[in-house]
Structures are given as structure tokens and as C-alpha cells.
């Protein structure tokens, strides 16, 4: 079974940094596709990165692209996703996705891990 674990959520001020944590357990992930997604009050969810375990390819979200990078730990199951110049409207739940890379939709989620950024 797969779990996912999100940490490193936190408040912060606008301009600054946050680095969060998805630990992976319950499968060899070398042929997962893991994503970040978050969700702000009384919007819907939305994808925010994505990386292939396997090759290591990133996609990102018009929104982060050039102030967040996705990676990988591969030996710790780990996937980071580091905030940089965060922006208030960046105040969200983030969440934590898994699929097999083979898949369109994310069956796996962490239980996510609030980030919020004041002005």
C-alpha cells in the first residue's frame, strides 16, 4: 500500500523560502510519476509540479515556474519541492500525488501539509 507522507509547512513571509517533504513508502516508485498539488480556501485543486522517478523529467505550473523546483532523493523514496520567492497568493494546502507512470490520474495522495504566506 502506498503512503505518502507530506512535512515542512509552515508560515512565512512574502519573499521568503519553504522546502517541503514527501516521504514515499509501499512500493518500488522507480516507475512513478510524483506530483505536487495544492488547494487554497474555496478554490479547487490545482497541479503545482510533477517529476519522473525514473528519468527525472519535470513539468511545472505557469504560476511557480522559476521560483519552485521539484527533485528527488531516490534513495530515501524522498521528493522536495522547494519554494522560493513565495507569494501570498501561493497560500494553499499542498499535497503530495502518486501514479504509476503508465496512469493519467493521481491515485495515491498524502494527507498535506498547510503553507501559508502573509504580506
Known amino acids: 500500500q502506498v503512503q505518502l507522507v507530506e512535512s515542512g509547512g509552515g508560515l512565512v513571509q512574502a519573499g521568503g523560502s519553504l522546502r517541503l517533504s514527501c516521504a514515499a513508502s509501499g512500493r518500488t516508485f522507480s516507475s512513478y510519476v510524483m506530483g505536487w498539488f495544492r488547494q487554497a480556501p474555496g478554490k479547487e485543486r490545482e497541479f503545482v509540479a510533477t517529476i519522473n522517478w525514473s528519468n527525472g523529467a519535470t513539468s511545472y505550473a505557469n504560476s511557480v515556474k522559476g521560483r519552485f523546483t521539484i527533485s528527488s532523493a531516490n534513495a530515501k523514496n524522498t521528493v522536495y519541492l522547494q519554494m522560493n520567492s513565495l507569494k501570498p497568493e501561493d497560500t494553499a494546502v499542498y499535497y503530495c500525488?502518486?501514479?504509476?507512470?503508465?496512469?493519467?490520474?493521481?491515485?495515491?495522495w498524502g494527507q498535506g501539509t498547510q503553507v501559508t504566506v502573509s504580506s
Open positions: 500525488a502518486a501514479r504509476r507512470n503508465f496512469m493519467d490520474n493521481f491515485p495515491y
